[in-house]
């Protein structure tokens, strides 16, 4: 718990490819800002490693980032030391293509074992329900499973994580090079725990957002979308999730 009167340092990074980075970036703070002791560092990417060490909580919204060894090195150090991690989204999807399809190479092995996850692939956005899987939880508990409109993710994740809220589907990612990659699981997680040291990593796989101009250059326009950031369920976990991370909710 924090003492009155303390300044909380947050190192946010948002910088994700193919999403809508300024609306994402714009919540995220507005979120911080509910939190008079939270002084917000913004930044594009990892490479002020000092900063990071000094702060509480680390929260990224990103996608196709990938540290440097040596801000891989840093963020391992910040989690051993106690630090907190909220990763939002595509944090661990790092994309290349192969004659016209997405790849998902595991070109950053110890980054994704601090993230207990890496991306592999997603079909096209759709309806599914979230699941609440530790309804005894403090991050989750008394909120009630929830229908959201977004990119399904597929995950090759650590098993020991501790799943908190989990989904079902099946269909295949059309578009990838692994097109078919988890569509024979029955559950598959969209919020979980993974404890790093002293530290601990909070991930959520919801959230997709896509501004017009975000797809280029793949598609030159596409509609706008929103995901799970159109349900007041979503801001409730982002709360929570802050929360969390400062050390106002365990």
């Known amino acids: 718990m924090s003492e009155p009167d303390s300044k909380i340092d947050v190192y946010l990074v948002v910088n994700a490819r193919y999403h809508d980075t300024n609306f994402s970036r714009l919540e995220i703070l507005k979120l911080l ?128 994580n501790h799943v908190l809220l989990e989904a079902t589907y099946h269909q295949p990612s059309t578009g990838y090079v692994q097109s078919d990659f988890g569509t024979r699981r029955d559950s598959q997680p969209q919020m979980y725990l993974h404890p790093v040291g002293q530290g601990e990593v909070l991930y959520i796989t919801l959230g997709h957002c896509c501004g017009k101009y975000d797809m280029r250059p793949l598609v030159d326009v596409v509609p706008p979308h929103r995901g799970a950031w159109e349900t007041a369920t979503y801001y409730e976990l982002l709360r929570r999730s802050i929360r969390w991370g400062i050390g106002e909710l365990n």
Request: charged content about 25%; overall charge negative; aromatic content about 10%.
């Open 33 to 160: 800002a509910e939190h008079e002791d939270v002084w917000t560092h913004v930044a594009a990417d990892f490479s002020d490693l000092d900063t990071i060490q000094s702060c509480r909580l680390l929260i990224t919204y990103t996608c196709d980032l990938c540290p440097t060894p040596e801000q891989q090195q840093g963020l391992q150090t910040f989690l051993e030391n106690g630090g907190r991690w909220l990763a939002l989204r595509a944090t661990n999807a790092l994309i290349d293509f192969v004659d016209g399809k997405a790849d998902t190479p595991d070109l950053a092995p110890q980054f994704m074992s601090l993230l207990g996850s890496r991306f592999i692939a997603h079909p096209a956005i759709a309806k599914f329900l979230v699941r609440v899987s530790d309804p005894q939880h403090p991050l989750v508990a008394g909120l009630d499973d929830f229908e959201v409109e977004d990119e399904p993710y597929y995950l090759d994740f650590d098993p020991d």
